[in-house]
């Protein structure tokens, strides 16, 4: 069983930085791919970025591009993100996610995430 914990999220001015973590535990996460989606209130479920098991490929909604970075270290267990730029749009609440398999992906609970001046 795969277990994702999400932190790092709060309150930050437009123009700030945060940096989310997803610490995993119960499988290690060098066998898999993760990401990050993004659900603000009201609106549906949204992706945000996705890294490969090795973290050489990335990928990137249009919305949050040369913004934000995702990143990984298999040997902490843990993935990563770097925001950078932040406007009140990108309020939401921030989900980590793990494939364990095509059509098996598992969920953390979320880390709220508040842009407002």
């Known amino acids: 069983q795969v277990q994702l914990v999400e932190s790092g999220g709060g309150l930050v001015q437009p123009g700030g930085s945060l940096r989310l973590s997803c610490a995993a535990s119960?499988?290690?996460?060098?066998?898999?791919?993760m990401g990050w989606f993004r659900q603000a209130p009201g609106k549906e479920r949204e992706f945000v970025a996705y890294i490969s098991r090795s973290g050489s490929m990335t990928y990137y909604a249009d919305s949050v591009k040369g913004r934000f970075t995702i990143s990984r270290d298999n040997a902490q267990n843990t993935v990563y993100l770097q925001m950078n730029s932040l406007k009140p749009e990108d309020t939401a609440v921030y989900l980590c996610?793990?494939?364990?398999?095509?059509?098996?992906?598992?969920w953390g609970q979320g880390t709220q995430v508040t842009v407002s001046s």
């Open positions: 996610y793990l494939d364990l398999q095509t059509r098996d992906r598992r």
């Open positions: 119960g499988r290690a996460i060098s066998s898999y791919t």
